[in-house]
C-alpha cells in the first residue's frame, strides 16, 4: 500500500512539474509577443508623430496658396477688385440687365414654417 501511495504522489508531483514547466513556457512566449506589439506601436506612434508634422507642414496657408498659383492658376486678388462701390447702384435706380450687380444677385424664396424644408431651400440654392 505504501509504493501504491508513493508512486501516486511521485505521479502528481510529477504532473505539477510538467504543468509548471507548460505555464512558464506560454508565460515566456507571452512575453516575446508582447515585446513585439510594443514596439510596434512604438513604431507606429513615431510614424504618426512624422504625418502629423507633414500635414502640418503641408496644410500650412502659405503653401495652400502657393499650390493654388502654380497648379490652378488662382492669383490672390483683393476684394476691392472684385466688387467697387461704383458698381452698386445709386438710391432709386434699377440695375441693368447686364450689370455685375444684376447677375449677382438672387431671388429668394418665400420661408415656410417648417425648419427642415427651409434648410433644403437654402442647400438648394433658393
Known amino acids: 500500500m ?8 511521485f505521479a502528481a ?4 512539474c ?4 507548460h505555464v512558464s513556457e506560454q508565460t515566456r512566449v507571452s512575453r ?11 513604431d507606429e506612434h513615431g510614424t ?7 500635414w502640418e507642414r503641408v496644410s500650412e496657408p502659405s503653401h495652400i496658396q502657393m499650390l493654388a498659383q ?8 483683393p ?23 444684376q447677375t449677382a444677385s438672387i431671388t429668394i424664396a418665400p420661408i415656410s414654417a417648417d425648419p427642415h424644408l427651409r434648410l433644403a431651400a437654402a442647400h438648394a440654392g433658393n
Not at 510538467?18 to 514547466?21: C, E, G, N, R, V
Open 2 to 9: 505504501i509504493r501504491i501511495l508513493n508512486f501516486v504522489c
Open 13 to 16: 508531483a510529477a504532473l505539477c
Open 18 to 21: 510538467l504543468a509548471l514547466y
Open 32 to 42: 516575446i509577443h508582447l515585446l513585439q506589439l510594443e514596439r510596434q506601436i512604438a
Open 48 to 54: 504618426m508623430k512624422v504625418l502629423q508634422a507633414d
Open 70 to 77: 502654380t497648379k490652378l492658376g488662382l492669383s490672390d486678388v
Open 79 to 101: 476684394a476691392v477688385a472684385l466688387a467697387s462701390l461704383e458698381l452698386l447702384p445709386r438710391r432709386g435706380e434699377t440695375p441693368t440687365a447686364g450689370s455685375p450687380v
